[in-house]
């Protein structure tokens, strides 16, 4: 394995010069830069990160609680978030809760412990006090506290975006299905609009909820069956993309057509909208963006900097 006295020899510096180099201390010249990059490469060096870490006071690792990896909207995310990271020096440290109150707790704690320079949550989670964290913390689409920054889409121009869809199809009775009331998110904006938007046009909306932190497709199933069943005569069902899915396929396993009988829209954008038939329209979250503003907000409380704000609205993905 390579030592930080094998890369000097080769760039042909000193060590003081390739631990400055790694710990962005100091002037070094362009010229040396790259020598020092190229020995790097070239010998696969790793940097011993707890030195490092003691000498910066930083780990350059942050952590990821969400509640579930296997939902579309988390796997989105949660690979730009990383990817978004990496390209800042940052590893990411991935916490799956699977909807566990206890498993985020002792992840949040194993963060801590272990002195991560901050954390994104985007988990379900009611019970938890996360004013409490002994990091700095960046909520993704939640409500967490009242001094945690919130990065979320714009979700309310989402609502409008699709209910206007329902307006130009001359849908009569329509029903949204949303995420527990239980949880405080920016998306309740979504169903907000959407609702006025149905009220004003006169069309009949009613508002299903599904059951806290319920992520499992097989439980869509079920809820689309519910949800049909309850409420003959629709001609119309929005939700996230799958739950969308789930309808379409109760649907046209019921001999319906869709778009014709029922009219099925998503929220998203993620991949399952392509791959069924027929094709879901769904409005697509930028995750990319997502994920840059997330990251950015919290290496500004990683970096000492004040909020310009505490809720920071990204715009939706173009086209």
Do not use: W
């Not at 990160?49 to 990821?64: D, E, F, K, P």
């Amino acid at each position: 394995m390579a030592t930080i006295t094998d890369v000097a020899r080769l760039a042909g510096v000193s060590k003081n010069t390739v631990s400055r180099y790694l710990n962005e201390r100091g002037y070094i010249s362009d010229k040396t830069r790259r020598a020092i990059a190229s020995a790097i490469d070239e010998l696969h060096y790793q940097p011993n990160q707890i030195a490092r870490s003691l000498y910066t006071r930083r780990t350059n690792l942050v952590g990821l609680v969400i509640p579930n990896v296997e939902h579309p909207f988390f796997a989105a995310v949660t690979s730009r978030i990383e990817d978004e990271l990496d390209s800042r020096g940052y590893k990411m440290i991935l916490c799956n809760t699977l909807h566990s109150t206890r498993k985020e707790r002792q992840y949040i704690d194993m963060l801590t412990a272990n002195k991560v320079d901050g954390i994104i949550i985007g988990s379900h989670s009611i019970d938890i006090d996360y004013s409490e964290v002994a990091a700095p913390v960046v909520a993704l689409d939640r409500y967490l506290a009242d001094d945690i920054p919130v990065v979320a889409s714009d979700h309310a121009e989402g609502g409008r975006i699709a209910a206007q869809a329902f307006i130009d199809r001359h849908c009569h009775k329509v029903a949204q299905l949303v995420a527990s009331g239980r949880v405080r998110t920016p998306s309740n904006l979504r169903h907000e609009a959407f609702s006025n938007a149905m009220r004003l046009n006169g069309i009949t909306c009613i508002t299903h909820e599904l059951q806290l932190n319920q992520f499992q497709y097989s439980t869509y199933i079920e809820t689309a069956k519910q949800v049909l069943d309850e409420y003959p005569g629709l001609d119309g069902v929005f939700s996230a993309d799958p739950v969308a899915v789930a309808v379409q396929q109760e649907v046209l396993r019921r001999g319906m057509s869709v778009p014709e009988d029922v009219f099925v829209y998503g929220y998203d954008g993620t991949y399952l909208a392509e791959a069924v038939f027929p094709q879901l329209p769904s409005i697509a979250q930028d995750f990319s963006a997502l994920a840059q503003k997330a990251v950015e907000v919290l290496l500004m409380q990683i970096g000492g900097g004040e909020f310009e704000q505490l809720q920071y609205v990204v715009p939706l993905a173009k086209g």
